[in-house]
């Protein structure tokens, strides 16, 4: 079989089988698509140790990010173990490839205080009963005080909100369902905009006689389900001057783990609430919380 067939076969089976997310799915098939490019999309059985290492030192060459290198050796080493399981090979030619060591990128965290104050905006904004600004409200709350994903957030429907118990159910990676609590911060701009923002946003759709966002919770300006560039349009305004440009809703999920850590939460509470697979991936936001203590430590202390 050649290396092309094989991709898409394997594509197939980490989204019919395994449930992998789309975009997931289409990180795989990007990785091995260069893999196949690489190779000349000749026979599987003929790819070796030697060629895949070639692959890799090409990356090298022309200045691949470590972490892209890394994330495509991830990949292939996938990719060969899912070809010997499927007899498509006899023997894994990926076994003994090493990845380089990701740098370590922390992520960007916004002040406590500076969010307080942007919220603060925001409400005021959203007290004036502008469909948009109650929704905009309501979103970045609910990115902040559930800490979850901008297509967790896309994704979800009415039914998913328990506005009693102040928790959201959400759809993560890998299908995986989670229930998340939720603040009163979150609570009062989400039903601001239940009752007053989204029934006009729904109106639009309507009127215009176009596809209307029907379950889903956010809504566009046309009344369809809010997508997650609109997401990042949004946080990218609101809080590109706080962190600096190209920043994305992933900010305010990285402030809201490190805010956690920063309070006392456990660390296992934190890994609960984020949908991590591995605790070892939770971890990073106690070297951003003790990168912060540290520099507060050298600040403040008279024999720092």
């Given at each position: 079989m050649r290396v092309g067939r094989a991709v898409d076969a394997y594509a197939a089976h980490l989204a019919d089988v395994r449930r992998l997310s789309p975009a997931t799915v289409r990180a795989y098939r990007s990785d091995l698509s260069d893999l196949t490019t690489a190779t000349g999309d000749g026979e599987l059985a003929d790819i070796d140790l030697e060629q895949l290492r070639e692959w890799l030192w090409r990356a090298t060459q022309r200045g691949d990010a470590r972490s892209t290198?890394?994330?495509?050796?991830?990949?292939?080493?996938?990719?060969?173990?899912?070809?010997?399981?499927?007899?498509?090979?006899?023997?894994?030619?990926?076994?003994?490839?090493?990845?380089?060591?990701?740098?370590?990128?922390?992520?960007?965290v916004a002040a406590s205080d500076s969010l307080t104050e942007l919220f603060d905006v925001l409400r005021a904004s959203a007290a004036e009963g502008d469909p948009i600004a109650l929704r905009d409200h309501a979103l970045l709350e609910l990115l902040y005080g559930a800490a979850v994903r901008v297509s967790e957030l896309c994704g979800l429907d009415l039914s998913d909100i328990d506005a009693e118990r102040r928790t959201v159910?959400?759809?993560?990676?890998?299908?995986?369902?989670?229930?998340?609590?939720?603040?009163?911060?979150?609570?009062?701009?989400l039903d601001a905009y239940l009752v007053r923002g989204r029934p006009i946003l729904r109106a639009r759709a309507e009127g215009r006689d176009a596809p209307a966002g029907g379950s889903a919770v956010f809504l566009g300006v046309r009344g369809?389900?809010?997508g997650t560039r609109a997401v990042?349009?949004?946080?990218?305004?609101?809080?590109?001057?706080?962190?600096?440009?190209?920043?994305?809703?992933?900010?305010?999920?990285?402030?809201?783990?490190?805010?956690?850590?920063d309070g006392?939460?456990?660390?296992?509470?934190?890994?609960?609430?984020?949908?991590h697979a591995s605790l070892g991936t939770t971890q990073i936001y106690t070297h951003v919380s003790s990168e912060r203590l540290t520099a507060t430590y050298r600040l403040a202390h008279p024999r720092a």
């Open positions: 290198i890394a994330r495509r050796t991830s990949s292939a080493r996938g990719f060969f173990a899912w070809a010997v399981e499927e007899k498509l090979l006899e023997a894994d030619p990926s076994l003994r490839l090493v990845a380089p060591k990701r740098g370590r990128s922390l992520p960007k159910r959400v759809l993560g990676k890998g299908s995986k369902e989670r229930v998340v609590p939720f603040g009163g911060a979150a609570a009062r701009a369809g389900r809010l990042y349009d949004v946080v990218s305004r609101v809080l590109g001057p706080e962190l600096g440009a190209a920043v994305g809703p992933h900010a305010l999920r990285h402030s809201a783990a490190t805010h956690l850590l006392g939460a456990d660390l296992r509470a934190v890994q609960e609430i984020l949908g």
